[in-house]
Nanobody, 122 residues
Framework: VQLQAFGGGLVQAGGSLRLSCAAS????????ISWFRRAPGKEREFVAG????????EYAESVKDRFTISRDNAKNTVNLQMNDLKAEDTAVYHC????????????????WGRGTQVTVSS
């Protein structure tokens, strides 16, 4: 599976962005897909993830009620709608694919896309 993330940019605090992760290759629906982010000087952290069918999702506490993850297996895409963005959301965002069950640990993710920069100005 090859992943490509796009949709980042510069936005003011309180604004919105929509990130997309496009996948190529077979068996997309066999992979849980998650978004991770890394801010300068910080560890990579889990942001949001979605199960194989899209029936369940998980979010980091810091983004709950602001971010929504969704997937379209027919189009091999996963989207992350980010609302009410804050300066602390500034980071490089990566999408990643893990075979099977949705998990939040980055170590279980087999495939990673190039990141997309999100910058939130306060």
């Amino acid at each position: 599976v090859q992943l490509q993330a796009f949709g980042g940019g510069l936005v003011q605090a309180g604004g919105s962005l929509r990130l997309s992760c496009a996948a190529s290759g077979r068996a997309f629906s066999s992979y849980a897909i998650s978004w991770f982010r890394r801010a300068p000087g910080k560890e990579r952290e889990f942001v949001a993830g979605i199960s194989l069918s899209g029936s369940s999702s998980e979010y980091a506490e810091s983004v709950k009620d602001r971010f929504t993850i969704s997937r379209d297996n027919a189009k091999n895409t996963v989207n992350l709608q980010m609302n009410d963005l804050k300066a602390e959301d500034t980071a490089v965002y990566h999408c990643a694919a893990a075979w099977g069950l949705l998990q939040t640990s980055p170590g279980v993710y087999d495939y990673w896309g190039r990141g997309t920069q999100v910058t939130v100005s306060s």
